[in-house]
């Protein structure tokens, strides 16, 4: 038996004339094939022409069946590739948002309770009518009921309040002023 006949024939790349004829044949639907696949037009062409490139970087080493079937094969197979690339990388990126997005709340969390264990030390530390004003302003009462509540007057309640604000805004300075601005933002 003749092995010679047994044995499919396979596709080699003769030259360099012969692979721009395969080229240029074949660049076109590939190109339009893996833009169908990956949607961007730039890594369409990017698969395609290193694809092509492949094969002639091996052109001594790698034998071809069927052109055809092996570079639309060749193209599909990269496209996918790139797209789970880009998967892993989107889903990646997501996590890391998360991520960040988890460790910006612990943080904020972190600093609003740093920062209220700031105010609360400034608060023992005011005189007595002033504390009590500002704890029932805190609590959500108008300065008629907290005139009721301590019996004083409205300009008292006001004064207090104003005293106040001065001494937080002092004590807390720019950045932790700015946080009690946002927590307490009706007091000032």
């Not at 721009?20 to 730039?42: C, G, S």
């Not at 609360?120 to 609590?139: A, C, G, S, T, Y």
């Not at 409205?154 to 106040?164: F, M, R, S």
């Not at 927590?183 to 000032?188: Q, R, T, V």
Request: charged share 30%; aromatic share 14%.
């Amino acid at each position: 038996m003749d092995v010679k006949k047994n044995c499919k024939p396979f596709f080699k790349i003769k030259d360099r004339t012969h692979f721009k004829q395969i080229f240029d044949e074949y660049y076109a639907p590939l190109y339009f094939y893996a833009v169908k696949i990956v949607n961007k037009e730039d890594v369409a062409d990017d698969i395609v022409q290193d694809i092509f490139l492949n094969i002639w970087e091996k052109q001594e080493s790698v034998l071809i069946e069927k052109i055809a079937p092996y570079l639309y094969s060749a193209v599909r197979f990269r496209c996918l590739n790139y797209l789970r690339h880009e998967k892993i990388k989107s889903d990646y990126s997501k996590l890391k948002i998360e991520e960040g997005e988890l460790v910006q709340d612990e943080f904020i969390t972190l600093v609003e309770k740093d920062m209220l264990r700031e105010i609360n030390k400034l608060i023992d530390l005011m005189p007595n009518q002033r504390r009590k004003v500002f704890l029932l302003f805190i609590e959500g009462y108008t300065q008629e009921e907290i005139s009721k509540e301590l019996n004083l007057s409205i300009n008292t309640i006001k004064t207090h309040k104003l005293k106040a604000r001065q001494f937080l805004k002092e004590q807390l300075k720019n950045s932790l002023y700015i946080l009690c601005l946002i927590k307490f933002g009706n007091f000032f």
